[in-house]
């Protein structure tokens, strides 16, 4: 999925309303629904925004605000936090399905590429602010760009080796540890993956590189019990209305490497009837779009694409 979970600990003193409203320059404003599409749409197309939704009565919103206000004045008008009032303004999280606060979405080009529930800490919101505006790299972010590549280019021998001697330098290295898990599950090792997983420590498990490698080997399991593809499309050709069957064609297809198809099926479901299974399919899209990583030019399209949807 695109959301990271993430618990709430503590209180915090600081609250969605006013707190630095307007401050910096308009790094940090307050929005409505009637200014949203130029002060978040427009804007994430010079710079990413961050949109806040949070509740007066939402406890984990006062503790999130003051430390995310603080991130997004160290970033020096490189990103733009807009804070949104549910309560006062329920139509734009609606037409996104926020369920809960607060809920952050990353906008950029116009369009919502990353998220993250719940109340993270300060490091954990730097480092999701960081892979937006792109951070200074060094000799281990060139290794791991050029392992991403390979996995990319289906070089799985060459991307696994990569990330596996960036373990050797920084055995606690999230995009290492969380790249040969992607690496692994690409080649079907699932339960070397798995194994993978269990390495990552205990308090960078809501990290957003994490949760995308988790949603990218539950999907690989998922198609993996679902059979294969003829008997799944001929369930769909006895009758084209019969969503279930389409959702399982579209992640067996996903397991396949046909990740296109995949996505075409799942919105196809959507646009057809989005309440369909409790929001199944949307919810399934999230969640590939999330193990397919928030750049992947798939993961990009799909998401202007099923935006047209649920703006329509």
Known sequence: MLLNQAGAKGAGTGAGAGAGNGAAGGDIIDTTTQTFMAEVMEESKRRPVLVDFWAPWCG???TLTPVIEKVVKAAKG??????????DHPVIPGKLGIQSVPTVYAFVNGQPVDGFQGALPEGQVKA??????G???????????????A???????????IFVGVLGEEPDNLKALTGLVRTQVAAGGLEQARATLAMVPADKQNDSLVSAAKAALDVAEQAAALGDLATLEARLDLDPTDHQARFDLALALNGKGRREQALIHLLDI?????????????????????A?????PLTVSGRKKLSAIMFA
């Open 128 to 133: 999701f602010i960081d892979r937006l505006i």
């Open 78 to 87: 490189k990103v733009r936090l807009a804070k949104l009032n549910i309560d």
């Open 151 to 161: 996995l990319a280019q289906g070089d799985l021998t060459a991307a696994a080796e």
């Open 135 to 149: 951070p200074a790299g060094d000799g281990l972010e060139e290794a791991l760009a050029a392992a991403d590549a």
């Open 60 to 62: 984990p919103c006062k």
């Open 270 to 290: 959507v646009k057809r009837d989005r309440s369909w299974n409790e929001d199944a399919a949307r919810k399934q899209i999230v969640q590939l779009f999330e």
């Open 292 to 296: 397919w990583g928030p750049t992947d």
